[in-house]
């Protein structure tokens, strides 16, 4: 497995291989889905859209619907308008979506169709809503695209209409699960926080099988909470790759007070993000709440033996690895290479300060890297476990070293859209795995006379 | 079915109501209820915008299919990262190195382009990156494929290719398979087949054995051309190379060599099997891998195209052993199947292929069509010279190529040739509608409003098609089987393939949680407590 990989790492100008992130698009389509009622549109050849499509279902093994331009080569020479105006009447002729998020490709973007103008002289049926982002696939990667479209939204639907603010936190999940973004509403709940949050895909992408098919599912942010969002008190930004853009945005629209966050991933920064509601909104610590707390901590004490002292490498999105280091900081881990394909020195900044914090001299981290590079560094330094999505398997299997399946694309397990990673409830969730993925390894790999009955 | 065709005017209208005017005009002409011979079906035509179609590009077409599964290449993608990142391990193409060689399957190479690269220019970085491959991996060929942005700014790849190819050695192919081209992914396998003609066919010498043969537009999904390879030299065949699952570069340049094409997708490859032909003197044979008469059917066509005595008679004992094992799997499939309906949406080729069977389990198509099947696809290669090109493919290369007259020979006589021509499809494919019943439905470039429309209406029991479609129907309670990855299994071509599609099948249509769709209490009699929403429990 991955024969032609060698230890000795060079840096490389011109060749990436086997890459750790994707192109803008995918991850735009995916924050769409995060409205009630909408259709993403991918305004580019049919390619992209096919192939975005194709990786979310892959990722939910649930629909995913978007519509496309199809451009063809006459459009590349003379634009792409009349392909996005039919486009958008037969999407509203055809499937009545309350929304249609257009995002754009390479190729829309390096001719420079202008979306605004499109959509402007396109007849959109009355109470239909347009909105677009541009994401071109040649800049940042996915997190930048699902930022963008985040981003999109308050440009084009939120407004200060009150004189005073409301009682509302707005909160960006970021580019996280279903899963996830149930568990923050579900700890808000909990304290009895208002909240809107956008996107939502919850109850979107892990939809009932009912033998009815909904192209559009009860889940989703609506459009008018979208709107009234910029009358919130304030916003909570969880991740700052995903969702810093938008809180900006919606500060400079609507003088919404943004402040932005870790995901909630692991004790810390489920803490702060807790303490940070209460702090906005004077809701009541949540005696449950606080119950799960003690749970996880009573887990971490209990079972540290497990991975205190291990090495792990870690690879995926910047927002969800940057909550993920600190976390296995906190169980006694040590993070020796902590690696994102997203371009961003910020990252690699935030990264370096906990590991200077942790006292983690020999650490390495890596922004803008792909995963033959992760590999490489591997071997010259191994490790014990890796945390990272599906793409970490060649590597999983090639070194022996378990994997713990974390981020996007999940693309051979279930459980992601079901079950969170956030929250303390996510935190035990993710100790569970931890645990596991080392047992399982040791109890494969030891010898028969060390092999344990209770662990 | 015969309902169908009773009422198939209003069928179509029921499936078209939604469509404004325009729509409705087109999509018609992609539609028809099979009646008799000679219809006709629009097919390889733009892609209504917004219409949510199942196709890919140009891009998928080339690299994705085609060019990807050569295993000892480096591919790389020249563009921004998404187009390599999704063809990266999602089309099953397995492969081996041989012996001493290399295999690259499990990595993704790309220039992953930049802002910079789209203002400047990519040519450099693409240099760079070739470099890079060349020292890090040594492989034997390179590819570059071309994705949207790469036309539009005006790279020159071919250049590229020729410098970087004198300066390190490497040999290098070149595909401008931007993703904008033609229509569908069609295109992108056109492209393909011209370059391996041009640049690699014809480039090996190396001796073959009796009984040479290759395999053409079968890209061992799941094993497949494992399976199909294991029963073809069991009965004495060599197999030189195959069209391009598990292939290497090396066997493709020796393609020449072999003494029969048997074509497996005629979509994909049928234009490097003509030109072969007409280059080489090497016959091709329209074949079948799926399904047991099929398969039979085509390995007894083989062995009479070589007319060989042990051959012939070899062939028999072989089909003979091989469906003695299988045939209790697939009578027990048939046994739970029996009377069950399909409808087949499946890239260019296996909305065909498949349909024997699934017969052969007792299952019935009733409705097949192509996401980018052209019209000698649906109603047989007679149609070819009717065919229009329109502006949207009319860019796509046509290239001639001329009898080589070193290596030109006909392997067996031409009156032989055309004798067989009569019992046996050589250098022909009548299409998927010509076998599929009166009343079928035939349908080109499906959409995701007609797929519903189509589950509703007929009922059938089986969908088989692809990841995008598949968890929409299984939301309707119907059973999606996908026809391009095999669901993650396979082999399901030649004999042992057949008896794993059966046995697959059958459980995805008879897993027992589909009988769980509606919860006890919306169907049964509650004693105390009551439902949601429900004024009285029933």
Redesign the interface.
Known sequence: ??D?T?GEYKE????????A???Q??GAMYAALGIHRCLP?SH?????C??????L??HY????????????????VFGGKS??K??????F???NPDVVAINT???SE??GDDIGEIVRSTNVPEGKTVIYANT????G?HVTGFSNMCKAMVTHLAENTEEKKSDTVTIFPGYVEPSDMMEMKRMADLMGIKYTMYPDTSKVVA?P???????YPEGGAKIEDIKESGNSMASIALGKFSSEAAAYELEKKCEVEPFIMKEPIGIKATDEFVMKMLELNGGTMSKDLEYERGQLVDIMVDVHNHYHGKKVAIFGDPDIITAMTEFVIDLGMIPTLVLT?TPGKAFEKEIQKMFDEAGLADSKVMASEDL?SFHQLIKENPVDLIIGNTYGK?IARAEDIPLVRVGWPILDRIGHGYFPIVGYKGALRIIEKISNALLDHYDRTCSDEDFELVQ | MSELKKNADKFLDDLME???AK?MKNRKKHVVVKEGAGQEIAANT???????????????GCKGVVIGPIVDMVH?VH??????????G?RRNKGKAREGG?N?L??????????S??VFGGEK?????????VE??QPKAISISA???V???GDDIDAVAREMSEKTGVKILSFNCE?????SQSAGHHIANNKLMKEVVGTNDSPVGKFSINLLGEYNIGGDEWEISRVLSKIGYNLVTTMTGNSTIDEIANAHKSDLNVVQCHRSINYIADMIEEKYGLNWLKGNFIGVENFSKTLRNIARYFGDEGLIARTEEVIAEEVAEIKDTLNSAKEKLNGKTAVLYVGGSRADHYQGLLREIGIETIVAGYEFGHRDDYEGRDVIPYIKLD??TR?IEEITVEKDEKNYSLRIPADKVDELKKEMPIADYEGLMKNMADGSLIIDDLN??ET?KIIEILKPEFFGS???????V????TYSKQMHSYDYAGPYAGFKGAANFAKDVEAGILTPAWSY??PPWNKEPLLKGKVEGVEEAC
């Open positions: 497995m991955l032609y060698k490389r100008s011109g060749l990436k291989v086997n890459p992130k994707t192109c698009p995918v549109h580019g050849s049919q390619g992209c096919s192939y975005h499509r194709m990786h279902t892959r093994r649930d629909p995913i619907v978007a519509s496309t331009s199809s451009f063809t080569e006459g459009a590349c392909n996005l039919n486009g958008l009447l037969n999407v002729n055809i499937y490709t390479c190729l390096t001719i071109p696939s040649y800049q990667s939809t099988n009912t033998g009815k098919y909904e192209m394909g033959f060649h | 939604v469509y404004p729509v733009r892609t209504v915008p917004g219409i949510i179609t199942n196709r890919g590009c140009c891009y998928a790389i563009g921004p990262v998404g187009c390599a990142y999704y063809a990266w999602t290399q690259f499990n990595y993704c190479f790309t220039t992953d382009m930049q802002e690269d789209i970085k693409l240099k760079k990156a070739i470099e890079e491959a890090l991996f994705t949207c942005p036309g539009l700014i993703g904008y081209k033609g229509v502006a949207d860019n995701h409003y519903e692809g990841i995008k479609d598949k968890y929409i299984h939301k309707m309670g769709l509606t």
